[in-house]
T-cell receptor
Framework: DAKTTQPPSMDCAEGRAANLPCNHS???????VYWYRQIHSQGPQYIIHGLKNNETNEMASLIITEDRKSSTLILPHATLRDTAVYYCIVRVVGAAGNKLTFGGGTRVLVKP | GAVVSQHPSRVICKSGTSVKIECRSLDFQATTMFWYRQFPKQSLMLMAT?????????EQGVEKDKFLINHASLTLSTLTVTSAHPEDSSFYIC????????????FGPGTRLTVL
């Protein structure tokens, strides 16, 4: 699986949009970009994933650059409950038993 | 969404004892389950991949005789930490992969193990 690079931490203001960058310059054509988050002392929670088109769901939006070498997760209106570690992972979809490799993630602190 | 449970959520044991952690997929069948370990302020590290009805595949550096994994059904996998020592104290998290399209992974809430 391709490796990802994320900033170790970032702060954002409650109610504002949070933009979390991720670099994955060695991504392969069949690898998807996944985002998970982990709130303190809980298991990871799936947020969103995409291949090359931008994606949006009730939690977030995912913007993938045209060359697919980087992406940005957008939390449109951050709340205090969005404080967590956010992980950007690339993986092949559909391969049975395909592993998820977690990097360091970005520790996001939402401040009042 | 798919739900994965773990039991117990927290366990404290004496050094030298064995501890069993259960991981269940509650509303879907999981042909593959994964076991992760997470030390404080660190990321999740994959320990092993468990396939129903076959032996688990362990990551490099993980002792298979110490961390026994059993995946006897499509909804249950167990991790047994044998002869636990204080350095085994950690947060253990399982995930289950749906047999449906995409083979998405769903994570359990984790088990906090403290070995005294």
């Amino acid at each position: 699986d391709a490796k990802t690079t994320q900033p170790p931490s970032m702060d954002c203001a409650e109610g504002r949009a949070a933009n979390l960058p991720c670099n994955h310059s060695t991504i392969s054509g069949n690898e998807y970009v996944y985002w998970y988050r982990q709130i303190h002392s809980q298991g990871p929670q799936y947020i969103i994933h995409g291949l090359k088109n931008n994606e949006t769901n009730e939690m977030a939006s995912l913007i993938i650059t045209e060359d697919r070498k980087s992406s940005t997760l957008i939390l449109p209106h951050a709340t205090l409950r969005d404080t967590a570690v956010y992980y950007c992972i690339v993986r092949v979809v559909g391969a049975a038993g395909n592993k998820l490799t977690f990097g360091g993630g970005t520790r996001v602190l939402v401040k009042p | 969404g798919a739900v994965v449970s773990q039991h117990p959520s927290r366990v404290i044991c004496k050094s030298g004892t064995s501890v069993k952690i259960e991981c269940r997929s509650l509303d879907f069948q999981a042909t593959t389950m994964f076991w992760y370990r997470q030390f404080p302020k660190q990321s999740l590290m994959l320990m092993a991949t468990s396939n129903e009805g076959s032996k688990a595949t362990y990551e490099q550096g993980v002792e298979k005789d110490k961390f026994l994994i059993n995946h006897a059904s499509l909804t249950l996998s167990t991790l047994t930490v044998t002869s636990a020592h204080p350095e085994d104290s950690s947060f253990y998290i399982c995930s289950a992969s749906d047999t449906g399209a995409g083979n998405e992974q769903f994570f359990g809430p984790g088990t906090r193990l403290t070995v005294l």
